[in-house]
């Protein structure tokens, strides 16, 4: 049980207006299967719920090669690859029907107390699991850079639907207000081909985000830094850099 393996099938609601799978649709399902891993190991949400523990994701590192079309088989791998101190990772390989590459990810969870907030170490908090020490995406989650000055801000408010069952918004949502803010043209000619979030603090219900971003330079394709703050006291909830490229 050390590689855990979840089919899915892209859908119609889940593709962008080209008819191929969104980003967003992909960490989907990257969350879904490291969920239903988690499960099998006896270490589902669920479960540490009933310890007064949660999981909350820190950081993500996806290398995106492919966006594959509606009604494409996708085969998502997942395994734990690592616990270092507060933080455990676990890494994706993600192919198609034909066995080719989709993407390959890297990510960096947390266990986080419910009554306090605060992180909780692993041995503390949880029991040993099987551990296989292969990573998809080298990375050693240092920090990514603050944005100070953007060229761009998006507002967005936090609706009841944005909300994952620790009732806090989900991460998948906050890298959607992230990619809302790049600019027109690159959104329609351009995909994600790399995104790296960095989850710093959350937002919840009702709350008023800012969705800024500014380019950088980026290996000769359009690349930027992005960051989402609180409204109303400039409180920094997420800092992503991504890259774009054109896809068949």
Excluded: C
């Amino acid at each position: 049980m050390n590689t855990f393996t979840k089919e899915f099938q892209v859908r119609s609601y889940e593709v962008d207006l080209t008819g191929r799978m969104r980003a967003q649709t992909l960490l989907n399902y990257l969350q879904d299967t490291a969920g239903d891993h988690a499960s099998l190991l006896g270490l589902s949400v669920t479960s540490l719920f009933r310890l007064g523990l949660t999981w909350v994701l820190s950081r993500y590192h996806v290398h995106i090669v492919d966006y594959p079309p509606v009604g494409e088989k996708i085969r998502v791998e997942t395994w734990p690859s690592g616990r270092h101190g507060r933080f455990a990772l676990r890494d994706f390989q993600v192919t198609d029907s034909k066995g080719q590459p989709v993407a390959m990810a890297t990510s960096s969870w947390m266990v986080v107390s419910l009554k306090t907030g605060r992180t909780v170490r692993l041995e503390e908090a949880i029991p040993g699991y099987p551990v296989l020490e292969r990573r998809a995406v080298e990375d050693e989650f240092l920090s990514l850079p603050r944005l100070e000055q953007a060229e761009k801000e998006v507002p967005f408010r936090v609706r009841m639907a944005d909300l994952d069952i620790n009732r806090h918004v989900n991460n998948v949502i906050y890298v959607a207000w992230a990619l809302e803010s790049v600019p027109e043209d690159i959104i329609l000619h351009y995909r994600p081909s790399r995104l790296e979030v960095a989850f710093r603090s959350s937002a919840t219900y009702g709350d008023r985000i800012l969705s800024r971003v500014r380019a950088t330079e980026g290996e000769g394709e359009p690349a930027f830094i992005h960051q989402l703050t609180q409204a109303e006291d400039g409180r920094e909830l997420t800092r992503l850099a991504t890259q774009w490229r054109q896809f068949a």
